[in-house]
């Protein structure tokens, strides 16, 4: 048995990145507007900026975001810049991956 060379055997590298999400009362899906300067999402952190899970590059324009949750809903304000927004999609529920 001494003969074997243990390894490390941390796998802290290969796990994925974490963001506490805090719950709150002061948010309603009724009162969502869009408005993110509210204090009840200036008291949460952003993500990590988002980037590419499959390559880890790091895109062109900034995606990130907060999440708050109450009892009912899971709520996420999130900043996507993006200086050419379009789309082609009308209908609510529409598959995007076809597009």
């Known amino acids: 048995?001494?003969?074997?060379?243990?390894?490390?055997?941390?796998?802290?590298?290969?796990y994925p990145k974490q963001y506490v999400c805090y719950k709150t009362t002061a948010l309603s899906a009724e009162a969502?507007?869009?408005d993110i300067t509210k204090p009840v999402w200036q008291e949460v952190p952003?993500?990590?900026?988002?980037?590419d899970i499959s390559t880890s590059t790091i895109p062109k324009f900034r995606t990130r975001a907060k999440m708050r949750?109450?009892?009912?809903?899971l709520y996420v304000?999130?900043?996507?810049?993006e200086p050419q927004v379009w789309g082609t999609l009308t209908k609510n529920d529409t598959v995007i991956f076809n597009d």
């Open 46 to 51: 952003w993500t990590d900026d988002f980037i």
């Open 69 to 73: 949750w109450d009892d009912e809903h």
């Open 1 to 14: 048995a001494d003969s074997i060379k243990t390894q490390d055997c941390s796998y802290a590298n290969l």
């Open 77 to 81: 304000a999130a900043e996507l810049a």
């Open 32 to 34: 969502i507007n869009g």
